[in-house]
Structure formats: structure tokens, C-alpha cells
């Protein structure tokens, strides 16, 4: 139980081009999901946080505009990279939480280049 | 502000050695804590938490962590590390904000296992 997959595992995009993941938890209804970003050998950052039906929350510092996530289902989060620029280029890993209090299950990540 | 510091960047062991990864935390409140493990390609998977209660706390794939409150501290040890345990390691803590439970990173810390 408790998996949670992510959607493309890799993607290559051209500068100024918007780029979709998907996160889904497959087994279990995921009440709240959290979008990290890591850079090479470096530990993950929490972008944002979202609850199903309800606007996220972006950490401080994170572009709401550039990073538009929407929850619309219980097993569904998007996270979508508006105009994406080379510097936008990052490992995107999201979690999923609702199975166990306290705990996430992450997906396995995303590895974004953009050329 | 809460954090999380993992003083090792780079650990290196051989097999059958014992080994023990340092993580601190500064928290004003009782955290919750965890530590993961990352490989290659594959997504973040918990190897144990502490919430409350018994100090030691055992995880899988053998290892264990020891919650000190008065050292602000969360070691993950092993006693005896296999060449399959080399990967990327990090602790976190469980910081409970909104409704849900964000996690701080620390950086991580990379574990080679020589044969």
C-alpha cells in the first residue's frame, strides 16, 4: 500500500514552453499533497503545499505564478512550470499524505531539463 | 527557525562495518522525526520515525535511531552496513503548521560501502 507515482519520471522542454507532472496516489486518498524541488546532491525544498478543492500554499520565496499547482481530485495533484526557463531545470519530487498521521509517501520524482 | 543538520556530507564504510549518521535538529517543541533513504533513481523511502514514546525506535533493512532530547539529537546507526545500504540519507523533521505536517530537510548525507 501507500504508493504514490509521478508522471512524465523524465522530461525535456524547450525555454518559454510549459511543462504538466502529475502526482497520483494509487491506493489511498491523499488528503493533502507537497511538491518538493531538489537540486543535484542537494536536500529537498518544500515549494508548496495543497489540499484537494483548495488553493495551495507556496513557501516563501516560490513563485505562485511559475509553479501553478492544482489538486483536483483526492488521488490527483498538478504541477505545472509556466515558461519554463534553463534555471527551472530540477529534480520535482511530490509526496502524498492521508494514510498515516504524520507520515508522507513520495513519489518516485521527476527530472526536469529545459534547454 | 526550525532546522536540520546532518554534519556529514559524505560517509564511506565498508561492508560489515557499523555505522551511525548524525542528525541534530533545532525545534522548539517535541518533533516529530524521520529519516529516509534515497537511491538512485527510486523515490524517497522511510526507514523509521519517532512521534512519542520509546526513545529507540527500529526501522527496516536493520536499521535504528535514538531520539536524545537533551542533544537535539536523532542518530541512525546500523551494526552492520551491506553494500546495498550505500545511497543518500536524510533526516527531517515534522513540523506540524496549517493542518498537516510540513517536513524540514536536512542535506543529506551520501553513504559509499566499499567491498
Known amino acids: 500500500g501507500a504508493v504514490v507515482s509521478q508522471h512524465p519520471s523524465w522530461v525535456i522542454c524547450k525555454s518559454g514552453t510549459s511543462v504538466k507532472i502529475e502526482c497520483r496516489s494509487l491506493d489511498f486518498q491523499a488528503t493533502t499533497m507537497f511538491w518538493y524541488r531538489q537540486f543535484p546532491k542537494q536536500s529537498l525544498m518544500l515549494m508548496a503545499t495543497s489540499n484537494e478543492g483548495s488553493k495551495a500554499t507556496y513557501e516563501q520565496g516560490v513563485e505562485k505564478d511559475k509553479f501553478l499547482i492544482n489538486h483536483a481530485s483526492l488521488t490527483l495533484s498538478t504541477l505545472t512550470v509556466t515558461s519554463a526557463h534553463p534555471e527551472d531545470s530540477s529534480f520535482y519530487i511530490c509526496?502524498?499524505?492521508?494514510?498515516?498521521?504524520?507520515?508522507?509517501?513520495f513519489g518516485p520524482g521527476t527530472r526536469l531539463t529545459v534547454l | 527557525a526550525q532546522s536540520v543538520t546532518q554534519p556529514d556530507i559524505h560517509i564511506t564504510v565498508s561492508e560489515g562495518a557499523s555505522l551511525e549518521l548524525r542528525c541534530n535538529y533545532s525545534?522548539?517543541?517535541?518533533?516529530?522525526l524521520f529519516w529516509y533513504v534515497q537511491s538512485p533513481g527510486q523515490g524517497l523511502q522511510l526507514l523509521l520515525k519517532y512521534f512519542s514514546g520509546d526513545t529507540l525506535v527500529q526501522g527496516i533493512k536493520g536499521f535504528e535511531a535514538e531520539f536524545k532530547r537533551s542533544q537535539s539529537s536523532f542518530n541512525l546507526r546500523k551494526p552492520s552496513v551491506h553494500w546495498s545500504d550505500a545511497a543518500e540519507y536524510f533526516c527531517?523533521?515534522?513540523?506540524?503548521?496549517?493542518?498537516?505536517?510540513?517536513?524540514?530537510f536536512g542535506a543529506g548525507t551520501r553513504l559509499a560501502v566499499h567491498p
Open positions: 509526496s502524498a499524505a492521508g494514510l498515516v498521521a504524520g507520515e508522507q509517501f
Open positions: 525545534y522548539g517543541a517535541t518533533p516529530y
Open positions: 527531517a523533521v515534522g513540523l506540524f503548521s496549517g493542518g498537516y505536517n510540513k517536513l524540514i
